[in-house]
């Protein structure tokens, strides 16, 4: 954990009852959660079968997909949790960047470059130990397709530097939410064998049945609980110094074994979407479950009715006499007719529509696939459609996903994100931040594929608008004076995603500007020499040639005289 571990002191009364009431409050929770875990399960049984152990624990290494005759279901939520990873978290992108609530103070160089490079050392953390992250988060975002709600779990390594990322499967979690609805108390209940208790918890404070059984059954497991909630809660944390503690519990001896804290909540337990007055999320399997039941009992039909048409049930005659059928290719069967040579064994057509089956099955899987948002995770339009088409097509399909997204960020993203920074912080691995930026709150910009294809909407509205007054301004020209062409070419460049290492700052172009009509201003001082000299050369010389001519002397003099007396 973040914070030092206290080890419970043998015979502590008051922490052995703290555990008892742990164990307590765990199994309301667990009660209270007890109707979802029917729906978790068939969701499970249909969608996930590797996460089928939601009504009891399973045999590692045994088949889950015995009643699965379809597996469309699976691929969409599949093909979800893999669009999510690819366009919210892709390790090949910079998927979050830092700023701050200041834009003048954010555009500013030493700030901006502090900000960039906090920002990449925290993607570097995410990448860390072969990009532990991008592994775990991509079983997160398989759970909320299938179930709802995911557990993500980040546990400081101590000495490490590092943070350990992990998702929990849902059959393990308990949640309870604060007055707000977000999630502040997690209960953990998982097993542990008797050698790895005494190994994470010492052999001096796991309970009297696990050190027994270290000798003589060191690999039998035992119950243990492991809870995250407000430290205020359960009388301050050890040492004073988080704001949630955390405390794990024997269950066989019912007494603790470990007690911690956190700064940071280390549990993220992000949402797909919530029902009023329900603390566990409702997910988009949930919504095409009755698809999905029917398309598996659709497809079994089919397949049995397919199975009769390519070896069909026999008819016989009841007075015939037979010896037993051959069925394999090649064989004789004598005594299959009658003198007249007609068969008394022939096969049985029911006149049964496989194609039909297969139609309805169609239909079926298109509306899973939809409720998993195939088409938008695909982005893939008709081969005739106009670059236009398919934006205005990816905008509407985005304003769909957009509150899902909104709510991911906010549950799962905007803490886990925050919690890394402290996490670094703390263990001084970000770089010294200037002193401008004393008393400003640091702010997340998501630069994701997804995110930037939702703020694409606003670039697509100023090019419109631009479109709409391109043919006022052929008629009028200072229409164009209403739009100010710098802040459009910013707006558009932060609607399309654009890196902004690649955008100069507001002090940056006034300089350049500055510098460029200097030089201009040069070049044309430069120019007006130039021809003034050019000018001057060639009255020299039609003066000389003039001069040379017969009278020319007498010409120039009385010219000069003019001009002499014009300036008196």
Not at 74 to 94: D, I, P, Y
Not at 112 to 130: I, V, Y
Not at 389 to 417: N, T, Y
Not at 506 to 521: G, I, K, N, S, T
Request: a negative charge.
């Amino acid at each position: 954990m973040t914070e030092p571990e206290a080890r419970r002191v043998p015979g502590d009364a008051l922490m052995d009852d703290l555990a008892r009431d742990l164990i307590r409050r765990h199994a309301e929770l667990k009660s209270a959660r007890g109707t979802w875990e029917a729906h978790w399960q068939e969701l499970a049984d249909f969608v996930r079968p590797q996460r089928a152990e939601f009504t009891g624990p399973r045999t590692p290494g045994d088949r889950r997909n015995r009643e699965i005759f379809d597996g469309t279901p699976g691929q969409a939520a599949e093909s979800l949790a893999a669009g999510l990873w690819g366009m919210v978290t892709n390790a090949a992108n910079q998927w979050f960047a830092l700023s701050i609530d200041d834009p003048d103070l954010a555009a500013w160089q030493p700030v901006k470059e502090w900000l960039e490079l906090a920002a990449e050392r925290m993607r570097s953390l995410f990448a860390h130990n072969g990009g532990q992250f991008y592994a775990r988060v991509f079983e997160l975002y398989g759970d909320l397709a299938t179930f709802g709600t995911g557990v993500f779990y980040s546990e400081d390594v101590i000495g490490g530097g590092y943070l350990r990322f992990s998702t929990r499967p849902l059959a393990e979690i308990c949640v309870a939410e604060d007055h707000a609805g977000l999630v502040d108390t997690v209960f953990r209940a998982f097993r542990m064998t008797a050698r790895q208790a005494v190994q994470r918890f010492g052999s001096d404070t796991v309970g009297d049945k696990i050190r027994d059984a270290v000798e003589r059954q060191p690999d039998r497991a035992f119950p243990f609980l492991h809870a995250v909630l407000p430290a205020a809660e359960v009388g301050g944390s050890a040492g004073g110094q988080g704001a949630w503690a955390s405390i794990y519990v024997d269950v066989t001896d019912r007494k603790m074994v470990r007690r911690g804290s956190f700064a940071e909540m280390p549990f993220q337990v992000p949402r797909w979407s919530t029902a009023a007055g329900e603390v566990y999320g409702r997910s988009p399997a949930m919504l095409a479950l009755a698809d999905v039941k029917m398309l598996n009992q659709m497809a079994r039909t089919t397949i049995e009715a397919a199975h009769k048409a390519v070896n069909p049930p026999l008819i016989a005659f009841d007075d015939g006499v037979y010896r037993p059928m051959r069925l394999y290719p090649g064989s004789v069967n004598f005594g299959g007719v009658n003198q007249d040579g007609r068969a008394l064994v022939q096969p049985l057509f029911t006149g049964s529509r496989v194609d039909i089956g297969l139609e309805m099955e169609e239909q079926r899987r298109g509306a899973i696939r939809e409720a998993f948002y195939f088409s938008l995770m695909q982005m893939v339009g008709r081969a005739d459609m106009t670059a236009t088409e398919v934006m205005a097509r990816q905008e509407e399909k985005l304003r769909l996903l957009g509150p899902h997204l909104g709510r991911l960020q906010a549950e799962f993203l905007d803490p886990l994100i925050e919690r890394v920074f402290a996490v670094m912080e703390r263990n001084r691995a970000l770089p010294e931040p200037p002193a401008e930026l004393e008393g400003y709150r640091l702010t997340i910009d998501y630069v994701s594929p997804l995110a930037k294809a939702q703020k694409a909407s606003d670039g697509q509205a100023m090019l419109r608008a631009l479109e709409s007054i391109a043919p006022l301004a052929q008629i009028d020209p200072t229409v164009v004076d209403n739009f100010d062409p710098d802040v459009l070419a910013r707006r558009l460049a932060e609607a399309w995603g654009a890196p902004a290492a690649i955008l100069r700052g507001p002090d940056e172009v006034a300089e350049l500007r500055r510098q460029r009509a200097a030089a201009q201003a040069a070049q044309q001082q430069m120019a007006m020499l130039q021809q003034a000299a050019q000018a001057a050369e060639r009255g020299a010389g039609a003066a000389q040639r003039l001069a040379a001519t017969e009278g020319g002397t007498d010409l120039i003099r009385g010219l000069a005289g003019a001009v002499g007396g014009a300036g008196a």
